[in-house]
């Protein structure tokens, strides 16, 4: 049973175009994120949901939209899409909110804009 | 921002020996994280030490705390090829709210 999956794995695209990348978490827990792994492996917070409910919206470009239908899926919306979004998504989920509770990743998502 | 920093970047030894990665951070926590990475794969958490905690074991993993050179270890005894690898220390985030990676260290354990 995959806990946190995200699908597309490989995601190769042209500038400008607008793409979205899916997760879904079978875990039950309360709170989504959504981190962004450049070449570097550096990895940076995005976006958060708390049972639906955006709590953390970092400094990123206002072409991204998450998107939480429900607290078990967070979607990712790029628009008008740049070479410097070409990194590795990740999404993650923990029980709760905070940084006392572990998280879950997902496998990631490359994103390969040309 | 709070976010830790690995060290060394890279680390190359032998399978059965140890493997010693560092964490600094700059402000005070409530608690610190250690996560693994396979090349390709998401994180794996490993353990979470509590600010009060100054040693914790799971298996094969020490980790170290020490609040006041706000600083942290993670040891790695009879390494193992299967623990190549990245391996990240997190701290909370401004908001409490998420984590903050370092750049981590690369862990190659031969055989």
Do not use: F, K, M
């Given at each position: 049973d995959t806990a946190v999956s995200q699908t597309p794995k490989y995601l190769v695209t042209q500038m400008g175009n607008d793409k979205s990348i899916k997760c879904e978490q079978?875990?039950?827990?309360?709170t989504m994120y959504w981190y962004k792994q450049d070449s570097k492996k550096f990895l940076k917070i995005m976006f958060s949901y708390n049972n639906k409910e955006l709590i953390i919206n970092e400094?990123?470009?206002?072409?991204f939209s998450p998107k939480s239908p429900d607290k078990a899926h967070l979607n990712l919306h790029i628009n008008s899409?740049?070479?410097?979004?070409s990194a590795v998504y990740f999404c993650a989920s923990s029980?709760?909110?905070?940084?006392s509770y572990e998280q879950y990743f997902g496998p990631g998502t490359r994103l390969t804009v040309t | 921002s709070q976010q830790g920093e690995e060290d060394p970047q890279a680390l190359s030894i032998q399978e059965g020996e140890n493997a010693t990665m560092n964490c600094s951070y700059k402000t005070s926590i409530n608690n610190l994280q250690w996560y693994r990475q396979n090349s390709g794969r998401g994180l794996v958490h490993l353990i979470l030490i509590r600010s009060n905690e100054r040693e914790k074991h799971s298996g094969r993993l020490r980790v170290t705390l020490d609040t006041s050179k706000k600083s942290s270890s993670l040891l790695i005894t009879a390494?193992?090829?299967?623990?190549t690898a990245s391996y990240f220390c997190a701290t909370s985030s401004n908001s409490g709210y998420a984590l903050n990676f370092g750049k981590g260290t690369s862990l190659l354990v031969t055989p």
């Open positions: 079978n875990l039950g827990h309360d400094t990123v470009p206002n072409r899409l740049e070479l410097g979004d029980q709760l909110a905070g940084a | 390494s193992r090829a299967a623990d």
